[in-house]
C-alpha cells in the first residue's frame, strides 16, 4: 500500500519569502542590490561590540551561557525600561519580555489573540512577513489603505462600521516598506477608534530611531497612554536596525491583560531567548554607546536616502514618483503609468540591480506599479550607477 503524506493545509500554501528569495540574486558578481532591509555592516560598532563581548566573558559567563528567564534577562530589561522611556514610552520590567528579534513578537502576539476567523487589519502596502504569520493562523486579513501619511483611519472606521476587528497591525513610524509616517492626528483617531472598538493595536517599531530630522510623532503606545488607555495598544521594537540583526534581539511592551499568557507562548516555542545575546546587548548598553551609535546611522542612511533621492529626481522623474523618506531604509515608490515592476525585474537583473516590486507588500488590491527600495547598504557611487541602470533597463 502506498503511504501518502499530508502537511497541514494552511502549510501546504505558503509561499517562500519573495524577498528571501531575491536575496539570492543580490549575491551575484556585480549586482547593485537594493532589494534587502539589511543594515550596513560596514556601520557595525565592531570596537563596542568586541568591548561588549569582553566585558560578558570577564564578568558574566555563567549567565551568558546558562538557561535564563522566558521574560528574559533582568538587567537588559532594567535598561530597555530606560530605553523605552527616551521613547516616550513608561513602562516597567514586568511588561517587558525579550524576544528573539521583532519577528519573533509579531509571531508570539499574533499566535496569542488569533482565533479562527478573527479579523486582523493591516496597512496596504505592509510589512510580508506578517502576512506570513498572519497566513500560519487561521485568521482572516483585511487590509486598510495609507497614503503619504501613513494609513488612512477614516477607511478603517467604515470598516469597523460593518466588521468586528480584533486587531491592527501597523509600522507607524517610517513604516516598512512604505516610508510614511502616521500623523499625530491620525494616531490619535486610531487610538481613540481601538478604545471604542475593543481592537487590539500592534505597533511594530523597528524605524522610529532612525529619524532624518529631530521631529518625532509620539508612538501609539504612548499616545494611548496619554489618553488613559493602558490596554489597546502592544508595542514592540528591535535591536536589529540599530546595532545588529544577527544578535535576534527585540522586545514587546505588553499591557497587563495580555503579558502572562503571551510569555506562555514565548515558553512554547524556544523557552527563552538566546542568553549569550541578551548578556551582549546588556553589556553593550552599559557601554553608553548605543546614542552615539543611532546618531551614526541616522546620518548616513540620511545621506545615502538623499543621494537615492536626487538621482532618482534627475533621471527617473518622468517615470517614477514617490515620497521623500524622513526615516528609515526604505524609498517606496510608483511607476507614473501603467506597469508590472515583478515583470520589469527580470530586466533589471540583467543590468545587474535588484530591487523588491512592491505587490509582495500587499495582502489584496495589488498595485504593479509600486516598488521598493532599500538605501541601506549601497554606497553613494552605486547608488547613482543603480539608477543608471534602471534607466538603461527601461
Ligand atoms: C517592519 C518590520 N518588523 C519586524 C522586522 C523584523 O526584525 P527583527 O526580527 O530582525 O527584529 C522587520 C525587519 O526587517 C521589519 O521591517
Known amino acids: 500500500m502506498s503511504k501518502s503524506y499530508h502537511l497541514a493545509d494552511r502549510i501546504q500554501q505558503l509561499q517562500p519569502s519573495a524577498i528571501r528569495e531575491l536575496l539570492k540574486h543580490s549575491k551575484m558578481p556585480g549586482v547593485i542590490s537594493l532589494a534587502g532591509g539589511i543594515p550596513s555592516a560596514e556601520l557595525f560598532d565592531k570596537e563596542g561590540l568586541a568591548q561588549a563581548t569582553h566585558n560578558v566573558l570577564a564578568q558574566d559567563v555563567n549567565d551568558a551561557f546558562q538557561y535564563g528567564l522566558t521574560e528574559g534577562n533582568i538587567g537588559l530589561r532594567e535598561q530597555l525600561v530606560d530605553l523605552c522611556q527616551q521613547r516616550g514610552i513608561t513602562t516597567n520590567t514586568d511588561q517587558l519580555l525579550i524576544t528573539s528579534g521583532s519577528q519573533q513578537a509579531l509571531d508570539l502576539l499574533i499566535r496569542a489573540l488569533a482565533n479562527p476567523g478573527d479579523v486582523f487589519v493591516v496597512e496596504r502596502p505592509t510589512y510580508l512577513a506578517t502576512l506570513q504569520v498572519l497566513s500560519l493562523t487561521e485568521a482572516s486579513v483585511k487590509s486598510v489603505g495609507s497614503d503619504e501619511h501613513g494609513m488612512i483611519v477614516d477607511e478603517l472606521e467604515d470598516l469597523l462600521a460593518t466588521t468586528k476587528i480584533k486587531a491592527v497591525y501597523l509600522v507607524p513610524t517610517f513604516g516598512n516598506p512604505s516610508g510614511t509616517t502616521l500623523s499625530k492626528e491620525r494616531r490619535e483617531k486610531l487610538v481613540k477608534l481601538a ?37 489597546s495598544v502592544v508595542y514592540t521594537s ?30 512554547a516555542t524556544d523557552l527563552h531567548a538566546n542568553s549569550l545575546s541578551q548578556s551582549l546587548v546588556a553589556a553593550y548598553l552599559a557601554t553608553g554607546r548605543l546614542e552615539p551609535q543611532i546618531a551614526l546611522i541616522r546620518d548616513a542612511y540620511k ?26 531604509m526604505f524609498l517606496w515608490a510608483t511607476f507614473r503609468y ?25 495582502s489584496d488590491h495589488a498595485d504593479k506599479r509600486t516598488l521598493r527600495f532599500s538605501y541601506a547598504t549601497a554606497t553613494e557611487e552605486q547608488l547613482h550607477e543603480a539608477v543608471q541602470r534602471l534607466k538603461a533597463a527601461l
Not at 500592534?202 to 509620539?218: H, L, M, Q, V, W
Not at 546595532?243 to 514565548?266: D, H, N, S, T
Open 195 to 231: 478604545a471604542k472598538h475593543d481592537f487590539v493595536i500592534i505597533e511594530d517599531d523597528p524605524y522610529g530611531a532612525i529619524s532624518f530630522t529631530e521631529e518625532r510623532e509620539k508612538t501609539l503606545f504612548q499616545t494611548a497612554a496619554e489618553m488613559g488607555d493602558h490596554d
Open 238 to 267: 528591535t535591536f536589529s536596525k540599530i546595532l545588529a540583526p544577527g544578535l535576534r534581539i527585540g522586545w514587546i511592551v505588553l499591557p497587563e491583560w495580555m503579558k502572562q499568557k503571551v510569555a506562555i507562548v514565548k515558553q
Open 303 to 328: 545621506q545615502k536616502c538623499l543621494a537615492l533621492s536626487r538621482f532618482m529626481k534627475e533621471e527617473l522623474d518622468e517615470h517614477i514618483t514617490f515620497n521623500q523618506p524622513q526615516g528609515g
Open 338 to 362: 501603467d506597469f508590472d515592476t515583478t515583470q520589469w525585474l527580470k530586466q533589471t537583473l540583467e543590468k545587474g540591480v535588484v530591487y523588491v516590486p512592491g505587490e509582495f507588500f500587499f
